[in-house]
């Protein structure tokens, strides 16, 4: 069984800068894709980054360019996503996912394993 599991949530001010952490604990698989989602209360879940593990080409959405980073760590087996520049409207549960196989979008399609999410709040 594969479960991946997020750290690095937290509270922080407006401006300010989280770096989330995602591992999967179990076995290890080989995987196409590794992303993050996050979802506000009310809200459908929305990509917010998404990063291929062969070769490191990106995806962000629009209302995180140039603020957030994904990237990976081959070593570890772990995805990380820099939170910089911190708005009250990034406030939302995020959750980690992988993707094992490339489904026809490079980022999009379904997410076979994720995370129990860790909550990231911002204070205006």
């Known amino acids: 069984q594969v479960q991946l599991v997020e750290s690095g949530g937290g509270l922080v001010q407006a401006g300010g800068s989280l770096r989330l952490s995602c591992a999967p604990s179990g076995r290890t698989f080989s995987r196409d894709a590794m992303a993050w989602f996050r979802q506000a209360l009310g809200k459908e879940r929305e990509l917010v980054a998404a990063i291929r593990w062969t070769g490191g080409s990106t995806y962000y959405a629009d209302s995180v360019k140039g603020r957030f980073t994904i990237s990976r760590d081959n070593t570890k087996n772990t995805v990380y996503l820099q939170m910089n520049s911190l708005k009250p409207e990034d406030t939302a549960v995020y959750y980690c996912?992988?993707?094992?196989?490339?489904?026809?979008?490079?980022?999009?399609?379904?997410?076979?394993?994720w995370g129990q999410g860790t909550q990231v709040t911002v204070s205006s």
């Open positions: 996912a992988a993707r094992r196989y490339y489904s026809g979008s490079a980022y999009f399609g379904n997410y076979d394993y």
